[in-house]
């Protein structure tokens, strides 16, 4: 007898919960036309509002409609009422491939078997421009076959998130152990070629049990990632420890392909050749899409704030750390650090951030473009001692009403630069100033 005071949308009976975060509760459901058990992830509008996270919803919406294959857990369909946003899921009842490694290290033949079935899911991916971005255990679940199926594509990245030049510039990793030494340099990475290095570091856990970089100290680890230290357990093959030094090499450009790995003579080892991209047969089916995530009505900002929010970077807390002046950690790893900026923080709107340095750069003669993620380049017309001054300006959302802002520059003399920041810019730019990063002293909008 179905309780049809614990129906939802007249399709799914809820059951127990299996899971919740900050945003989302995650409840075993049942579906009463055809008795087929899924997993239901309810997401709190208002607070994913208040945070921002719109963008990231949506995001997770349109990559779950490209990537639908059989190493990766199906969205079945998406579902909003006033208050919340349902995504309906396959429902993986073998639980985190986590906790199969807590109980200890696997046979070399079970790592090898999960960690092609990883290779295969991911070029899958990556084939149609999806990057997942938070690769780990945690997000590697097993089926009732025992076969992997990677989840949590909430902070994955398409294709337009790349700026001009070809790379990504967010450091969405949120599991610190598994990012890549170019995520952490801060430089623009290749999404691709840190899904590699994160690949690299899950196999390494499946056959050692442990991580290959794991330190109290967060800096310490850092240090080792970026010099891509490591040690080999006893244990490990050679043919391992030689695939593993090419997975995990610093250089992303010297770092080994995935077409390069499943030709390497271990990896294809009792290889299920079916479930590679030349013979696979992806799930089939278009993804309902039962909602309208258009809400500028209900966060509060205008037309004109949302296309200005919607080109800029995200920070996230790993990006906030290395924002600030005692954590960043750029010059660990970077000779030539240049520390020619200044950061700040305003509790302003994009939009309005945007047109006071236009406003400063018509006032100092500066010749002021846009670029893709809230970059704003600022040249002068005359060059100085070191050719013509050039200023970037680049703005992150934290929240929709929180920014930072990173002035940095980028060519010309290093005293003529000072020189303008200090007697022109910072003094223009008061208005809308929360904070001068690593000063004491806060100015308040009135």
Same mark, same amino acid.
Request: glycine share 6%.
């Given at each position: 007898?179905?309780?049809?005071?614990?129906?939802?949308?007249?399709?799914?009976?809820?059951?127990?919960?299996?899971?919740?975060?900050?945003?989302?509760?995650?409840?075993?459901?049942?579906?009463?036309? =055809?008795?087929?058990?899924?997993?239901?992830?309810?997401?709190?509008?208002?607070?994913?509002?208040?945070?921002?996270?719109?963008?990231?919803?949506?995001?997770?919406?349109?990559?779950?409609?490209?990537?639908?294959?059989?190493?990766?857990?199906?969205?079945?369909?998406?579902?909003?009422?006033?208050?919340?946003?349902?995504?309906?899921?396959?429902?993986?009842?073998?639980?985190?491939?986590?906790?199969?490694?807590?109980?200890?290290?696997?046979?070399?033949?079970?790592?090898?078997?999960?960690?092609?079935?990883?290779?295969?899911?991911?070029?899958?991916?990556?084939?149609?421009?999806?990057?997942?971005?938070?690769?780990?255990?945690?997000?590697?679940?097993?089926?009732?076959?025992?076969?992997?199926?990677?989840?949590?594509?909430?902070?994955?990245?398409?294709?337009?998130?790349?700026?001009?030049?070809?790379?990504?510039? =967010?450091?969405?990793?949120?599991?610190?152990?598994?990012?890549?030494?170019?995520?952490?340099?801060?430089?623009?990475?290749?999404?691709?070629?840190?899904?590699?290095?994160?690949?690299?570091?899950?196999?390494?856990?499946?056959?050692?049990?442990?991580?290959?970089?794991?330190?109290?100290?967060?800096?310490?680890?850092?240090?080792?990632?970026?010099?891509?230290?490591?040690?080999?357990?006893?244990?490990?093959?050679?043919?391992?420890?030689?695939?593993?030094?090419?997975?995990?090499?610093?250089?992303?450009?010297?770092?080994?392909?995935?077409?390069?790995?499943?030709?390497?003579?271990?990896?294809?080892?009792?290889?299920?050749?079916?479930?590679?991209?030349?013979?696979?047969?992806? $799930?089939?089916?278009?993804?309902?899409?039962?909602?309208?995530?258009?809400?500028?009505?209900?966060?509060? =900002?205008?037309?004109?704030?949302?296309?200005?929010?919607?080109?800029?970077?995200?920070?996230?807390?790993?990006?906030?750390?290395?924002?600030?002046?005692?954590?960043?950690?750029?010059?660990?790893?970077?000779?030539?650090?240049?520390?020619?900026?200044?950061?700040?923080?305003?509790?302003?709107?994009?939009?309005?951030?945007?047109?006071?340095?236009?406003?400063?750069?018509?006032?100092?003669?500066?010749?002021?473009?846009?670029?893709?993620?809230?970059?704003?380049?600022?040249?002068?017309?005359?060059?100085?001692?070191?050719?013509?001054?050039?200023?970037?300006?680049?703005?992150?959302?934290?929240?929709?009403?929180?920014?930072?802002?990173?002035?940095?520059? =980028?060519?010309?003399?290093?005293?003529?630069?000072?020189?303008?920041?200090?007697?022109?810019?910072?003094?223009?730019?008061?208005? $809308?100033?929360?904070?001068?990063?690593?000063?004491?002293?806060?100015?308040?909008?009135?």
């Amino acid at each position: 007898m179905v309780d049809k005071g614990n129906i939802l949308m007249q399709k799914y009976e809820m059951g127990k919960l299996l899971g919740q975060g900050s945003f989302a509760k995650v409840y075993h459901a049942r579906d009463v036309n =055809t008795t087929q058990s899924v997993a239901i992830k309810v997401i709190d509008k208002e607070k994913i509002l208040k945070c921002g996270l719109m963008d990231q919803i949506n995001r997770e919406i349109s990559v779950m409609k490209l990537v639908r294959h059989p190493n990766i857990v199906q969205m079945h369909e998406v579902m909003a009422t006033k208050t919340k946003i349902y995504f309906v899921l396959e429902y993986v009842k073998g639980g985190e491939l986590f906790n199969k490694v807590q109980r200890g290290r696997l046979k070399e033949d079970a790592a090898r078997k999960y960690f092609q079935q990883l290779i295969s899911a991911i070029d899958f991916c990556h084939s149609r421009g999806v990057f997942h971005r938070d690769l780990k255990p945690e997000n590697l679940l097993l089926d009732e076959n025992r076969n992997l199926k990677i989840s949590d594509f909430g902070l994955s990245a398409l294709p337009d998130c790349k700026r001009q030049d070809g790379l990504l510039h =967010t450091s969405c990793v949120v599991t610190p152990a598994y990012v890549a030494p170019e995520v952490i340099n801060r430089k623009g990475y290749d999404g691709a070629k840190a899904d590699i290095w994160a690949c690299g570091v899950i196999l390494y856990v499946l056959l050692a049990g442990y991580l290959p970089f794991q330190e109290k100290n967060l800096m310490d680890m850092y240090k080792k990632i970026c010099k891509a230290e490591l040690k080999w357990p006893n244990w490990f093959p050679s043919d391992v420890r030689r695939l593993l030094r090419r997975i995990l090499h610093p250089n992303p450009s010297a770092r080994i392909s995935i077409a390069e790995i499943m030709e390497n003579p271990w990896f294809r080892t009792g290889l299920d050749a079916t479930r590679f991209n030349d013979n696979i047969n992806p $799930i089939d089916g278009v993804l309902p899409v039962n909602m309208d995530l258009t809400l500028n009505s209900l966060n509060g =900002t205008t037309v004109e704030d949302k296309e200005e929010t919607e080109k800029l970077s995200n920070l996230n807390a790993f990006d906030i750390i290395s924002l600030s002046r005692g954590f960043d950690l750029s010059g660990m790893f970077e000779e030539n650090s240049n520390k020619e900026e200044s950061k700040f923080t305003s509790k302003n709107s994009a939009s309005t951030i945007i047109t006071k340095l236009e406003e400063i750069a018509k006032s100092l003669r500066l010749t002021l473009t846009k670029k893709d993620g809230g970059l704003l380049k600022m040249e002068g017309s005359k060059p100085g001692r070191k050719g013509v001054m050039s200023v970037n300006a680049e703005i992150f959302q934290i929240t929709p009403n929180f920014h930072l802002v990173e002035i940095k520059k =980028t060519n010309g003399d290093t005293l003529e630069y000072q020189k303008v920041m200090k007697q022109d810019m910072r003094p223009a730019l008061k208005d $809308i100033v929360w904070a001068w990063q690593g000063e004491q002293t806060q100015q308040q909008n009135q």
